[in-house]
């Protein structure tokens, strides 16, 4: 079935996006986690590096799966990537407009078509907004982040038990 590439900022990587790529590792051969830049996202927090470091180490225990940070278009990383396919994961009905429109230029642009994954149920409301957001103020994430990160992300906000 060939590899896909899983585009995203994953500013930071959740659980939510790690559940995409195992879900996607039972359809694909294999999966690129490609981090990059979301235009319409000017307020992330992450570093470029962090971000690679920490979706790495949500994934280091997973084979078939490899992490690299893209610059520039999505359809430009699928071709240097060589794989056939982007794969998305869907939380709700305001994922899907996004996505869909996002899917329909990469594939008129690029000719890359995109996947859809529904995101399981009980992840739904994991976003990396509200991650950051809890992050900032010292508040727990550990339940919505993978627990190899949890010590990367608390490099960077130190949780208020700690400050
Ligand atoms: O995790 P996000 O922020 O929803 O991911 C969005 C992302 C990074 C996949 C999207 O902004 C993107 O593809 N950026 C690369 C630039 C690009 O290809 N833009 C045209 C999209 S149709």
């Known amino acids: 079935m060939g590899t896909v590439l899983y ?4 500013d930071p990587f959740h659980l939510g996006h790690l559940d995409v790529v195992e879900q996607a590792l039972h359809l694909f051969d294999g999966v690129v986690v490609a981090v990059m830049h979301n235009p ?10 962090l971000r690679v470091d920490i ?4 994934c280091a225990h997973l ?3 490899t992490v690299e940070p893209f610059p520039g278009l999505a359809v430009e990383a699928a ?6 396919a982007i794969v998305k994961g869907l939380r709700n009905t305001g994922d899907f407009e996004v996505e869909q429109q996002m899917a329909h230029t990469n594939l008129a642009v690029g000719g890359v078509p995109t996947v859809y994954v529904p995101c399981r149920a009980d992840y739904s409301h994991i976003s990396s907004r509200f991650i950051r957001d809890i992050a900032q103020h010292g508040g727990d994430v550990s339940s919505m982040i993978p627990s ?11 949780p208020r038990s700690a400050r």
């Not at 585009?7 to 994953?10: A, E, L, Q, R």
């Not at 992330?44 to 590096?49: F, R």
């Not at 071709?79 to 056939?84: D, F, I, K, L, T």
């Open 63 to 65: 084979g078939r799966v």
């Open 148 to 158: 190899a990160t949890v010590s990367l992300l608390a490099a960077q906000f130190p």
């Open 79 to 84: 071709r240097s990537a060589g794989v056939a």
């Open 7 to 10: 585009p995203g900022s994953f």
């Open 40 to 49: 319409d996202k000017p307020t992330g927090v992450l570093g470029t590096s």
């Open 55 to 58: 979706a790495r180490a949500a």
